[in-house]
Each structure stands twice: as C-alpha cells, then as structure tokens.
C-alpha cells in the first residue's frame, strides 16, 4: 500500500523540513564556527606565519577567505543548472541528498587535514561548504511546497531554532572532548605538549561526528519530504541550460515586480556583510583579541559561539514577532542598523570580555535577520509552481554576494589586517538600510 504523502501546511510535513535544520546547522557551528577555525591557526605557529598554496605565498585567513569565496562561486554557478534539471525530471529532493552525503563526507575527510597535503586538505574543506551551501539551494525551495504564507516566517524561525539547538548539543560534546580528553579516553600523557596532542586529537575527531550527525539525522527529513512531481523526461543536453534559461525568466518577471525587485538588491547587499562576517568571525576573534593564553582563547571562542547559538534561539523567536507587529520590511530595517553599529564596534574591541559582548548582539540579530531575509522572499513571490527557480536566484544572489564579500574582505585583509576589513563592511548594512526604505509598500499584505 503506498504511503500518503503529507499534506501541504500540516505538522508533520513542516516539523520534517525544520528538522533538517537540526541535522545540518552543526556543520556551521562546528567546522565553519568554532572548532575548524581554532584547529587550523593551531596548525600555526605563529601568528605571522605564512602559508603556500597554489603557488602563491599567503596569510594562512586569506587562503581560507579565497577557498570560500571560490566555493560559494561555484555553488552560485552549479545551482543554477542542478536546480533546472530538479525542476525538469521532479526529483529536488534526491539533488538535496547528494549535497548533504558529499558536505558529510567532506566533513569527515577534515580529520586528515595537514598543511603538508594542504591541496588535498582544502578540498575536503571545499567538499564540506559545497555539500552544506549546495544543500541549501533545495531545502529552502520546498518552503513555499510545504507552508502557506501565514506559516512561513514561523517555521522558518523554527527551522533556525532547532538548527541552534542541535549543533549546540553536539558543540558541548566537542568542547568537552577538546577541554577534557582524558573523559573520552584519550591519552594525555604528562607533559604539556602530549596534553595538546590529545587537544589536538579530540578537534579532529569532532570533525567526523559532524558529518555521521549530518548524515543520520537528514533522513527523517528525507523520508517525510515529497520527492516533487515527476514528469518522466530524461536529462539531456538542453536541460543543463534550463536553469539558466530559468533565471533569465525569473529575472524579466523581476522587472514587472518592482517590490520583490527592491528587495533583492537589499538582500544581495545586506546579506553579503552578514555572511560574510559569519565566516570570518571566529578567525577575527582568534588573531585579533588579546587571549591570556592558548587555553584561554580556545575556551572563550568556543564559549562565544554557544552565547551566539543561544541567544539566536531568542533573537529568531523575537524577530519572527516583530514582523508580525512592525512588518518585515521594518524590522529587517532595524536588525541591518544593529549589526551596522556592531561593525563599528569591532573594529575597537580587544579584550575577550568586548569579544563577548559583541557574541551576545551577533546571536541576537544573526537568526533573526537569516529566518526573517528567507520567508519576507517566500511571501513576495508571484503566484508559481516553480519556486526553485526562484529560490535558485535568491540563492545565485545570496552567493555572488558572498563572493564579492570575502574577495572584498580578503583583499583588505592582506593589505591592512582584518580590523579594516570588518569596519568596511559597516558601508554594506547602511545601503542595505537604504535599499529596504525603498521597498514599496503593499497595502493587502503589508510586510
């Protein structure tokens, strides 16, 4: 007897989406967040220590800031394509499944990571952004398919919620393997340097329970999510074109919506600053910020970020009702102006205390303008069944915006040092302020 497929707005089919959120936040927590950045300036001994990749000899932030940036391009001209042929055969989920297997594997490839194969090490890095980012491109296309426009802006946040509360969960088991190795059966000999060793050890093996969690927990959402609507058509040459064909459309339909127009180019400019600042915060944190000491510093790194994971929880869960009282449009207005000020803010910080602050008004603003940026883009949409082109453009913006950001970032960097870089971005959130005020306002449903 064949299963019944969820209905469009019911528990359990939103609870599923979300639920992905569980499975594949922790690889932003752990490898892009916390645990990967502190892992790979270890791999250094000191901070003016170089690295040669490439060819080219480097700042060991800026390679990872062009890795990234190379990465998100990739995605920004793959999604395209990947989400043509999703629409052409119906079949996004399965497109969604490879992502999430090849960001897991990615994932677990980081425990061999050594500067000595450091070509090799950077595309298990590679694989992991690809696999998380690439992944995204589908799951935020079924949001439209699996709620109606009133359920939206709160399954999203929930989706964000849970993300926040897993990969925290899984966060407090790294950091305890890391700051007590011995509890897990590691050998931590007698000396300082066999203590680190073990350190050491512990961060490499976290790697891998990021990507057996991401693996394991994404198939509840596998199994609940529909497949999508299968036509029978097989892929040829043409498709690969469709999904550029698609955006060209979306683009011209683009033209007639001036309010779904409007918003994009502030999200494309916003969003480039807050994702940026995502990437890179940690490793800002880990140069910049004058640590007492090693311990001290992986300590109060790791500990910021849970402060950002759990004040997150709070700031999307806020934000989600502010739209509904203020609109999204405004309330995106004032959470833009607020990391504007935390721009300003870090470019002065240096004791780990300052960095602390900063943590706490990053968790509050960061969920909420990510869950508030993606649903305000679902309830702008035109009347359509095919919302993956659309999301594919949203999501070729968001990326080209990332792209721009960390070369932007990266540049600055290796010219001054990150400081400049992060006060440069204050000049992205004041257009995105500017470019929101001049959304048109729509009086049926005003957001």
């Not at 932003?28 to 645990?35: K, M």
């Not at 170089?50 to 800026?62: C, H, I, Q, R, W």
């Not at 996004?92 to 499944?97: G, W």
């Not at 799951?139 to 990969?167: C, H, T, V, W």
Request: net charge neutral; aromatic share 16%.
């Amino acid at each position: 007897m064949a299963k019944t497929a969820p209905i469009k707005g019911s528990r359990k089919l939103l609870n599923a989406w979300a639920f992905y959120d569980w499975a594949n936040s922790v690889y932003t927590l752990t490898i892009a967040s916390s645990i990967f950045p502190i892992f790979y300036s270890a791999l250094f001994s000191s901070k003016d220590e170089l690295v040669t990749a490439f060819g080219f000899e480097m700042k060991p932030t800026v390679l990872i800031e062009i890795i990234t940036a190379f990465t998100f391009l990739v995605v920004a001209v793959s999604s395209p394509i990947l989400s043509g042929i999703a629409d052409y055969v119906g079949n996004k989920k399965n497109f969604m499944k490879f992502f999430c297997y090849l960001g897991s594997l990615g994932c677990i490839g980081l425990y061999w990571f050594d500067l000595d194969y450091i070509h090799t090490s950077l595309l298990f890095y590679f694989m992991g952004l690809l696999g998380y980012w690439g992944s995204l491109v589908f799951y935020n296309s079924y949001l439209p398919d699996i709620a109606f426009e009133e359920q939206q802006d709160r399954i999203s946040a929930k989706g964000f919620s849970m993300g926040y509360i897993g990969s925290v969960l899984l966060l407090l088991l790294n950091l305890a393997m890391v700051m007590k190795p011995e509890w897990f059966g590691f050998d931590i000999g007698t000396t300082e340097k066999e203590l680190n060793m073990a350190k050491f050890e512990a961060m490499k093996i976290s790697f891998i329970t990021v990507g057996l969690w991401w693996a394991l927990f994404s198939q509840y959402t596998f199994a609940i999510l529909p497949k999508g609507v299968s036509n029978g058509h097989k892929v040829t040459k043409d498709v690969l074109l469709n999904g550029f064909k698609e955006l060209q459309s979306v683009w011209q339909q683009l033209k007639q919506d001036l309010r779904l127009k409007r918003y994009l180019e502030a999200f494309f400019v916003f969003s480039m600053a807050v994702q940026t600042i995502m990437l890179i915060a940690v490793y800002f944190g880990e140069k910049e910020i004058a640590w007492a000491d090693d311990d001290q510093k992986t300590t109060g790194l790791i500990i910021s970020i849970l402060v950002i994971q759990l004040v997150a929880i709070v700031g999307a869960v806020l934000t989600s009702r502010a739209s509904d009282r203020f609109g999204n449009i405004k309330t995106l207005i004032v959470v833009n102006a607020i990391w504007m000020c935390l721009c300003f803010y870090a470019y002065f910080m240096v004791t780990p205390t300052q960095f602390y602050i900063a943590a706490g008004f990053v968790g509050l603003v960061m969920g909420g303008v990510q869950a508030l940026a993606r649903s305000t883009y679902s309830k702008f949409l035109p009347e359509t069944e095919d919302t993956a082109s659309y999301f594919s453009f949203y999501d070729v913006a968001e990326k080209i915006g990332i792209v721009i950001g960390m070369v932007i970032f990266a540049i600055v960097d290796e010219k001054f040092n990150m400081r400049y870089a992060i006060l440069f971005l204050f000049l992205f959130f004041l257009i995105g302020i500017i470019l929101l005020f001049r959304v048109p306002r729509n009086e049926k449903t005003p957001v």
